[in-house]
């Protein structure tokens, strides 16, 4: 049984929240307007959250395969903003006695968690 889940990360740059924004068509400015970013609550851009989850997706394909992505349920919650600058790592293990269950996070550099949740593992 795999005791872990295959780990993946992403150094975040201004240019791939920029991309990110492209590819979703999403420009909110929070994501994309430094200058209107700094003004805000956030104090400066955040990255989408949605690229961060992503990462989840990717560890649940490199160990599992890609079968297991369009089977699973990821139950998440975002724990805190990701910003330019900092590399995030998802991850996660199996949920004691919940068969098929893991608990998943996305950590930033500092270990913090950015996103914490579960993903179960459907069987198709």
Same mark, same amino acid.
């Given at each position: 049984? =795999?005791?872990?889940?295959?780990? !993946? ?26 200058? %209107? ?26 160990? %599992? ?5 369009? =089977? !699973?349920?990821?139950?998440?919650? %975002? ?33 913090? !968690? ?9 069987? !198709?």
């Amino acid at each position: 049984m =795999t005791e872990q889940l295959v780990e !993946s990360s992403l150094a975040v740059d201004q240019a791939k929240i920029d991309l990110y924004a492209d590819i979703t068509d999403d420009h909110n400015p929070i994501h994309v307007d430094p200058d %209107f970013a700094a003004k805000t609550e956030m104090g400066g851009v955040i990255a989408h959250g949605t690229m961060s989850m992503n990462l989840i997706w990717r560890s649940i394909g490199k160990t %599992f395969g890609p079968q297991a992505e369009a =089977t !699973s349920e990821l139950d998440i919650r %975002f724990v805190r903003p990701v910003r330019v600058g900092d590399v995030v790592t998802a991850g996660g293990v199996p949920v004691p006695d919940r068969p098929g269950v893991w608990q998943v996070w996305v950590r930033n550099q500092n270990g913090d !968690s950015v996103i914490e949740g579960t993903v179960a593992l459907i069987k !198709s």
